[in-house]
């Protein structure tokens, strides 16, 4: 069975590819296929993007595919920056410039006061129908300043509720046992399973 995923982000696939690895679907991403469209993520939610990617991707290769949006939301901030976490900084925003833009708006602000939780929505199409929506969520603490090197995004000012080290300090293999993008696609894959069983 082949399985699209939705994205050209190298960061995510990589993720995404590991928690499947026992999971018997060949992996593919958008950059296997020429000529997909680019999918504008200009929903209100990340359920929306999910199931948009998911969607029009499936429809266009007449596959299954699956679509990951995730996003963070920090409570100081009113739940900022949510479903624009890609682009909190602004037009060019990198991973480092959101953190800075992050740590920046709060600076000052005690540790009690910095909760934070990553989302993560994953949307499952298959010839342009949803199959099923999946959403895990991971909860923590903005940190005082970047450290680490493993992950991406966000990773390197985010401490998970408890431990000490932020995700980008931790060892990949268990970020991938606690993230919200583990605890989506355990869902995801009873979906897939069910419906592969079903329907296939
Ligand atoms: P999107 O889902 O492609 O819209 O991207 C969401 C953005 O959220 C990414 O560019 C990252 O900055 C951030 N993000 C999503 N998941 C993670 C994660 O697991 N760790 C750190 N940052 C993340």
Redesign the pocket.
């Known amino acids: 069975m082949e399985l699209v995923v939705a994205t050209r982000?190298k960061d995510k696939l990589r993720e995404i590819k590991a928690l499947l690895k026992s999971f018997p679907v060949k992996v593919f991403s958008l950059d296997s296929f020429k000529g997909v469209p680019e999918i504008m993520?200009d929903g209100k939610t990340l359920e929306d993007?999910a199931i948009k990617k998911a969607v029009q991707v499936s429809k266009f290769l007449k596959k299954f595919a699956v679509a990951?949006?995730?996003?963070?939301e920090v409570e100081y901030l009113d739940g900022d920056p949510g479903v624009y976490?890609?682009r909190f900084s602004g037009k060019g925003a990198t991973?480092k410039s959101?953190n800075e833009k992050l740590l920046r708006l709060l600076r000052g602000v005690p540790l009690v006061r910095r909760k934070a939780c990553?989302k993560?929505v994953i949307a499952a199409a298959d010839k342009g129908r949803v199959i099923g929506i999946a959403e895990g969520v991971c909860n923590g603490k903005i940190s005082f300043v970047s450290k680490g090197d493993n992950?991406?995004?966000?990773?390197p000012v985010?401490i998970p509720d408890g431990c000490k080290k932020t995700?980008a300090e931790m060892d990949p293999a268990w970020k991938n046992k606690i993230?919200?993008?583990s605890k989506a696609l355990v869902k995801a894959k009873k979906i897939i399973s069910k419906y592969l069983s079903l329907y296939l």
């Open positions: 982000n993520e993007n990951d949006d995730s996003g963070l976490s890609a991973y959101n990553f993560c992950g991406f995004g966000y990773d985010f995700f993230s919200h993008r």
